[in-house]
């Protein structure tokens, strides 16, 4: 099982940029793919980025594509999800969470609960 904590997230302008972090637990993290995930208010939970085990594979929502950078650092069991030329439509909380592997984590089938998020708040 993998347990995370994600931080990072805040109030920023339309075209502004910020980092999340996730911190996780268990032996076993470098194992897993990882994926960053969001939730905007009356919309369903969906998948935004992930990468394999060793973060030298990376996938992304067409959305952010070119926008957004996810990568990991299994030493410190981290990882991070770089945010640059925010909209206001990226509002949303964000989550991180494991999966066995890349086709796992495009159909959010996680590993592990949910942590609480992190609120990213874009204004116009």
């Known amino acids: 099982q993998v347990q995370v904590e994600e931080s990072g997230g805040g109030l920023v302008q339309a075209g502004g940029s910020l980092r999340l972090s996730c911190a996780a637990s268990g032996r076993t993290f470098s194992s897993y793919a990882m994926g960053w995930f969001r939730q905007s208010p009356g919309k369903e939970r969906e998948f935004v980025a992930g990468l394999n085990w060793s973060g030298g594979s990376t996938y992304y929502v067409d959305s952010v594509k070119g926008r957004f950078t996810i990568s990991r650092d299994n030493a410190k069991n981290m990882v991070y999800l770089q945010m640059n030329s925010l909209k206001p439509e990226d509002t949303a909380v964000y989550y991180c969470?494991?999966?066995?592997?890349?086709?796992?984590?495009?159909?959010?089938?996680?590993?592990?609960?949910w942590g609480q998020g992190t609120q990213v708040t874009v204004s116009s």
């Open positions: 969470a494991a999966g066995r592997d890349s086709i796992a984590i495009r159909k959010m089938l996680t590993i592990g609960s």
